[in-house]
């Protein structure tokens, strides 16, 4: 399995970036798929989450509003729009596959429940 970040990069405040992640070697539309930051200093966390089949998505608060999940099935896609970018956004970004559950959809944002991990893009958001 390989997952494949790219559009990173540095942005003022209030500007916007679109990232992607290309999966590769796995069923993609049997996974829930998702975004992490981790800034330094500090833990990783989830940003969002979107369902094997795109009917859900579940979002940090901290970037709710702002921040846009979607993804591409036919083209084995992730995507995470950002607008209004914050200097607390800076981080390394990486997207994440997670085993769709056969029952009723839950979505995590708790880095243990994701079977596999991209190798990450930088994000900069200077004030």
């Known amino acids: 399995v390989h997952l494949l970040e790219t559009g990173g990069g540095s942005v003022e405040a209030g500007g916007s970036l679109r990232l992607s992640c290309e999966a590769s070697?796995?069923?993609?539309?049997?996974?829930?798929m998702a975004w992490f930051r981790q800034a330094p200093g500090k833990e990783r966390e989830g940003v969002a989450v979107?369902?094997?089949?795109?009917?859900?998505?579940k979002y940090n608060e901290a970037v709710k509003g702002r921040f846009t999940v979607t993804r591409d099935n036919l083209k084995n896609q992730l995507y995470l729009r950002m607008n209004d970018l914050k200097s607390e956004d800076t981080g390394v970004y990486y997207c994440?596959?997670?085993?769709?559950?056969?029952?009723?959809?839950?979505?995590?944002?708790?880095?243990?429940?994701?079977?596999?991990w991209g190798q990450g893009t930088q994000v900069t958001v200077s004030s």
């Open positions: 994440a596959a997670m085993k769709a559950p056969t029952g009723p959809i839950s979505l995590h944002l708790d880095g243990q429940y994701y079977n596999y």
């Open positions: 070697g796995l069923t993609f539309t049997t996974y829930d």
């Open positions: 979107i369902s094997s089949g795109s009917s859900i998505s």
